[in-house]
């Protein structure tokens, strides 16, 4: 059975600067992994999916990479905004199965 | 705007009452998912419906009843329903529920207290 962990459950850092969340699963046999974020009270919104044949992918100041071998994936933020406050949810699709497998996410808080 | 509208938006219910959630996408898709997001916890699906049929249904309660009229629409019925029920209902759509890349659409979820 698949297992998603994210670990830290929160994270606080000053504006401006780069941070990294972490991903990890137990079954490497993906189909593919994506990252959400989810505002407080709203519903979730697909950042990047990552296929499992890829290493990355980009967009904006976002980068997401992924291993499959070592159950791994990291989602960068460069240059961090007040805005980027938000839990940031990682979830995984495996071959043979087309349900997502969620993450309980972490709590992100930009300090101005 | 994710296209998927949840209404309400926020539910307080007894555990005698009996209410429904609804779901609305304009996108579309032919596949639509209910989620359940407790504190602390995992999103856990519910149930999955591909073309108005029920394709997954995860050991749910048979306190919540799922119901699809059409593609476009996807209701929860509850009933008699438990405090340890309290949690925000996500609901999503997609191109096909088959379809392993198939990325997911959420609405803003209803955030359900059972007293």
């Known amino acids: 059975k698949q297992e998603v962990t994210q670990i830290p459950a929160a994270l606080s850092v000053p504006e401006g600067e780069n941070l990294v969340l972490n991903c990890s699963f137990t079954?490497?046999?993906?189909?593919?992994l994506q990252w959400f974020r989810q505002d407080p009270g709203k519903g979730l919104t697909s950042l990047l999916l990552?296929?499992?044949?890829?290493r990355e992918q980009t967009s904006g100041r976002l980068n997401a990479s992924l291993d499959k071998s070592s159950g791994r994936s990291t989602l960068y933020i460069a240059a961090s905004q007040p805005g980027d406050s938000a839990t940031y949810l990682c979830?995984?699709?495996?071959?043979?199965?087309?349900?997502?497998?969620f993450g309980t996410g972490t709590r992100l808080t930009i300090i101005p | 705007e994710t296209g998927v509208t949840q209404t309400p938006r926020h539910l307080v219910m007894g555990m005698t009452n009996k209410k429904s959630l609804k779901c609305e996408q304009h996108l579309g898709h032919n596949a639509m998912y209910w989620y359940k997001q407790s504190a602390k916890k995992p999103l856990e699906l519910m149930f999955v419906?591909?073309?108005?049929?029920?394709?997954e249904n995860n050991s749910v309660p048979s306190r919540f009843s799922p119901e699809c009229p059409n593609s476009s629409h996807l209701f929860l019925h509850l009933h008699t329903l438990q405090p340890e029920d309290s949690a925000l209902y996500l609901c999503?759509?997609?191109?096909?529920?088959?379809?392993?890349?198939?990325?997911?659409?959420f609405g803003a979820g209803t955030r359900l207290s059972v007293l």
């Open positions: 079954d490497s046999a993906i189909y593919n």
């Open positions: 990552i296929q499992s044949s890829q």
């Open positions: 419906y591909s073309l108005e049929e029920r394709v």
């Open positions: 979830a995984v699709t495996n071959f043979g199965n087309e349900k997502l497998t």
């Open positions: 999503a759509s997609s191109h096909g529920a088959r379809e392993v890349a198939n990325i997911q659409y």
